[in-house]
């Protein structure tokens, strides 16, 4: 089973950028991809999502501000974040369709 490993996230000012990664331990260019995340006290919400064909597909709270990308000879998955909101602060997981949940980035939108 591919296990999957986030990183890039960190402490960033309200409509600051970010860049998140999602190394995976195995080949990934058949699968669809996920990035999800988990605020404090909420449930895990669905972010965006990129088809084993480069499709992406967006929440409508993320939509023209995120920007999901693959490139599977590096078995990555990216998250470009900008113009963050405070309220975005979660821990973000990638996750392949029926896949297991790795341990998530942190990211913090604060002054």
């Known amino acids: 089973q591919v296990q999957l490993v986030e990183s890039g996230g960190g402490l960033v000012q309200p409509g600051g950028s970010l860049r998140l990664s999602c190394a995976a331990s195995?080949?990934?260019?058949?699968?669809?991809m996920d990035w999800y995340r988990q605020a404090p006290g909420k449930e895990r919400e669905w972010v965006a999502g990129?088809?084993?064909?480069?499709?992406?597909t967006y929440a409508v709270t993320v939509q023209g501000r995120f920007t999901i990308s693959r490139d599977n000879a590096k078995n990555t998955v990216f998250l470009q974040m900008n113009s963050l909101k405070p309220e975005e602060t979660a821990v973000y997981y990638c996750?392949?369709?029926?896949?297991?949940w790795g341990q998530g980035t942190q990211v913090t939108v604060s002054a």
């Open positions: 996750k392949i369709p029926g896949g297991p």
């Open positions: 195995g080949s990934i260019f058949s699968f669809s």
């Open positions: 990129i088809t084993d064909s480069g499709t992406p």
